[in-house]
């Protein structure tokens, strides 16, 4: 389990994250005539595999997986996992379906962006309450800076949500600084409520 940055093994404590990393008679040494995308998953040494999942390592040797790679939130230098937001927030009584993407902050680097379906019996839910619920039960750092409501989240033929999308429009959002109705491909709810926060750099 090491830093994704420095490579440095995190420290055994249950709580810092790190990318896993394997090596072994049975890992592979690379992708066939694909050096780039080796590069992506191995060390220069070819001797350690990034899997492209993070977790943390307990003092007991237990490991734990909490995200993907590709799904951490890095807000102000501090590792957020996506998952773990989304655990909170799908124990909130009226979420019926819940996504947590990085969403590019000009003060932060990322911060979290929630895209959020509301069950169908469920009262009428602000932003400004999501994002409160998530403040008294996290560290505010892993709190979500916008909320997205949305009929129904985008899925695949298996019902498998498209993560990857999600990505995207959290993206739009800040790039090219519309108001909500630039992001209307109708799909989202008419009742949308606005996509942005207030803009603070307050934890």
């Not at 994250?17 to 080796?38: A, F, Y």
């Not at 191995?42 to 492209?52: A, L, N, P, Q």
């Not at 409160?132 to 997205?148: F, G, L, N």
Request: aromatic fraction near 6%; charge should be negative.
């Amino acid at each position: 389990m090491v830093d994704h940055e420095t490579g440095v093994s995190v420290t055994r404590d249950g709580s810092s994250l790190g990318e896993i990393v394997l090596r072994g008679e049975s890992i592979m040494l690379g992708h066939i005539k694909d050096p780039v995308l080796t590069t992506k998953c191995m060390d220069s040494k070819h001797e350690w595999f990034y899997m492209g999942d993070v977790g943390v390592m307990h003092p007991d040797d237990y490991l734990e997986i909490r995200d993907k790679s590709k799904d951490l939130i890095i807000n102000g230098g501090e590792n957020v996992s996506s998952v773990e937001v989304e655990s909170v927030l799908y124990s909130h009584p009226l979420i019926n379906e819940v996504v947590v993407v990085a969403q590019p902050d000009e003060f932060w680097g990322e911060t979290p962006c929630v895209f959020v379906s509301l069950k169908a019996e469920s009262n009428r839910v602000t932003e400004k309450e999501i994002v409160e619920y998530c403040r008294e039960r996290m560290a505010h750092y892993m709190a979500p800076k916008s909320v997205v409501f949305k009929g129904e989240l985008p899925k695949t033929s298996t019902r498998k949500i498209q993560k990857f999308l999600l990505r995207d429009m959290a993206k739009s959002m800040i790039y090219s600084n519309t108001s909500a109705s630039c992001l209307n491909m109708g799909t989202w709810n008419a009742k949308t409520l606005p996509l942005h926060t207030s803009a603070s750099t307050s934890r």
